[in-house]
């Protein structure tokens, strides 16, 4: 007999292969591009590249637990990059995450967080502890959701590196969260991307206190959320994991 769970995997395996909602396969500091994580291509090379973004495999679909271990840097957050790398950014600067595109309508928060890696980034998963803080956030503005803006804006988002955080490497975690289906309790989708960062310059400031998992819950008003339910509902709205910690300076 043909158990259900096992025709789920199969459903969900087989969706899993057509979904393409959006990933980040090239980021921008200063003028200078980086190579992101390809989906289509980096997956299915010999030897695998190695990438400043965490690798999200199979696919660029999404996350529907937020209690999962892929809530910290994407699916199949247990598999390490092949080999130590990093981009170098001055606290202060920008990293512009260049996502190959977004679906309008697949709408809801940015969020953005890092978490200081103990060593190497690419030896850390950042996924027990809290070791986590939110840096910037864009919610609904202007009668659109922050992730509709992001599509119109060439797919796009700016994420700026606060300027008094110590020096050190860090995982940036970088967030679109889709509740387009989120009436429904499991129905928000994650789409968080991981990059691998230097951060120089900087200050003092050693933040933290936030767990992926452990940040977010299925139950969380921002994430049990119905985005249908007109403007003053949206201006309302609270994005999940709290406020930007404060104190950072820009
Ligand atoms: C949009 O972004 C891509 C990189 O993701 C870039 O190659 C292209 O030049 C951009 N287009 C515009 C109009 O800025
Ligand atoms: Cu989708």
């Known amino acids: 007999m043909v158990s259900a769970s096992a025709l789920t995997i199969i459903a969900s395996t087989l969706v899993s292969q057509v979904v393409a909602h959006g990933y980040v396969p090239q980021i921008k500091i200063g003028s200078q591009y980086i190579p992101g994580w390809n989906v289509n291509t980096d997956g299915y090379t010999t030897p695998q590249p190695i990438r400043v973004v965490r690798a999200t495999k199979p696919d660029s679909g999404f996350i529907s637990d937020p209690s999962s271990g892929d809530i910290t840097c994407s ?23 260049l996502w190959n595109s977004w679906p309008i309508g697949h709408f809801g928060p940015v969020l953005n967080y890092l978490a200081k890696c103990p060593g190497e980034c690419s030896s850390w998963k950042g996924d027990s502890g809290t070791p986590w803080f939110k840096i910037q956030q864009d919610v609904y503005a202007n009668s659109e959701w922050a992730s509709d803006t992001l599509a119109k804006n060439n797919a796009t988002y700016v994420v700026k590196i606060p300027k008094n955080i110590a020096p050190g490497n860090y995982l940036l975690r970088h967030e679109n969260l889709a509740l387009h289906g989120g009436a429904n309790l499991g129905g928000a989708q994650f789409y968080p991307v991981c990059v691998q960062l230097t951060i120089t310059g900087g200050g003092s400031l050693n933040p933290s206190g936030l767990g992926f998992p452990g940040a977010y819950k299925a139950t969380d008003p921002g994430i049990h959320f119905n985005p249908y339910q007109g403007e003053a509902a949206n201006k309302a709205y609270i994005p999940p994991g709290g406020a930007v910690y404060p104190g950072l300076q820009f």
């Open 75 to 97: 699916i199949g957050n247990s598999k390490l990059p092949p080999g130590p790398i990093t981009a170098t950014v001055a606290a202060g600067q920008t990293v512009t995450m």
